[in-house]
């Protein structure tokens, strides 16, 4: 079974910093990576999603991901933080197959004014 | 453009009793989720469904059942509730399996 890592249950930033959230995960071939983020009692909603294609995948809301084999890594990143990006965010991976997807632990993200 | 809707939105149960969640989505997916969110422990899959007619387990599946009623409904049943499942339930649907996941807005159980 895959396995998805998300280092820092808590990670706090200034508004106009850099954003780093981590995540890794174990897979002996290439999956399909997600970043979820989820609001306040709200659901998931997807900011970006890598799928073989470029190793550098955009997202919503100025967010960006790049995926790094060697690692085993697809952390998410975005130069700026702002207020409104103060949320909880998921790094998932589905099987080679498809049929289920393992999410991690979840990050959340705290913007200081 | 109503997504994924899943009822109730908050429930309270005593240990034993059964109840039944309910999540329909309007998207036409073929692919239908259900997931438990506990503190620190992500989203696990409970259940899901890739197709009409086809129910498979996930990673947490004891204590719950599942029906696919058709394409649009997928349901979560418990049937003698304990406190170990007092949780977020969210259900997701996807175009097909491995596609992007379109989340409800959850249900909050607690089971006294």
């Known amino acids: 079974a895959q396995s998805v890592t998300q280092l820092g249950s808590h990670v706090s930033v200034s508004e106009g910093a850099l954003v780093l959230l981590r995540c890794n995960y174990s897979?002996?071939?290439?999956?399909?990576l997600f970043w979820y983020v989820q609001y306040p009692n709200q659901g998931l909603q997807l900011l970006l999603k890598?799928?073989?294609?470029?190793?550098l995948v955009k997202g919503i809301n100025g967010f960006e991901a790049e995926f790094k084999k060697s690692e085993t890594s697809f952390h998410l990143t975005k130069p700026s933080a702002h207020m409104s990006d103060a949320a909880e965010y998921f790094c998932?991976?589905?099987?080679?197959?498809?049929?289920?997807?393992?999410f991690g632990s979840g990050t959340k993200l705290n913007v200081k004014p | 453009n109503a997504g994924v809707t899943q009822t109730p939105k908050f429930q309270v149960l005593k240990t034993g009793q059964s109840m039944t969640l309910q999540c329909a989505q309007d998207?036409?997916?073929?692919?239908m989720y259900w997931y438990r969110q506990d503190p620190g422990m992500g989203l696990r899959l409970i259940y899901y469904?890739?197709?009409?007619?086809?129910?498979d387990k996930g990673e947490v599946p004891n204590g719950y059942n599942v029906s696919r009623l058709n394409k649009r409904e997928f349901s979560l049943r418990l049937e003698s509730a304990a406190p170990s499942q007092t949780s977020v339930y969210f259900c997701?649907?996807?175009?097909?399996?491995?596609?992007?996941?379109?989340f409800g807005a959850g249900t909050r159980l607690s089971v006294l």
């Open positions: 997701a649907s996807s175009e097909a399996t491995g596609n992007i996941q379109y």
């Open positions: 897979s002996s071939v290439p999956p399909y």
């Open positions: 890598y799928t073989s294609a470029a190793t």
């Open positions: 998932a991976v589905s099987e080679y197959n498809f049929n289920k997807f393992y």
């Open positions: 998207m036409n997916h073929n692919s």
């Open positions: 469904s890739a197709s009409e007619g086809t129910t």
